[in-house]
């Protein structure tokens, strides 16, 4: 296997990884009911990581084996309880963060994707965009905005 492949590997796999982190962050959050003002944002981006991570999962489940899935869970669980001291704002603040970190490895994934599988990765590149886009808005007060990037993003054909 040549450097890139491995590398395209490893990168989705940390894919898949973030999705399956994202979708039990928000589902713990949901149980807990944490942010309760803010629950329909919640399950909104809860829709965003599992309809990404549902997506991912025919390149890159099977690469993810079931003790790595649960140890990606137990890390969820952990993150969300930090989580609960926060703030709304402090929390759109760390979610901004944390995508803005992962855009940079998403687009080299597409970089170094085959190309039957460019369109779903870029799929995932524009999940991220509506992630942060929706995190500005909500810092910005403007909820219908922040709505709008992910129900636009879910609504799109590019995955």
Known sequence: MSARQTE?????????????FGAAVFTYL??????????????????????????LAPLAGERVPDAERQATR?????????????????????TQSLAQD???LLERLVELAPPETKPLLT????????????????????DIGARRAVTDHLASPVI
């Open 74 to 94: 137990t890390r969820a669980a952990e993150f969300a309880l930090d989580l609960r001291t926060l703030d709304w704002p402090r929390f759109m603040t760390e």
């Open 8 to 20: 395209y590997g490893e990168l989705l796999e940390w894919a898949y990884s973030g999705e399956l």
């Open 123 to 142: 799929g995932v590149v524009a999940h991220e965009r509506a992630l942060i886009s929706f995190a500005r808005c909500a810092l910005a007060g403007d």
């Open 30 to 55: 949901l149980g807990t009911d944490t942010f309760p003002e803010h629950r329909g944002d919640l399950e909104l981006l809860l829709d965003l990581e599992v309809h990404t991570r549902d997506r």
């Open 102 to 104: 992962a855009l940079p």
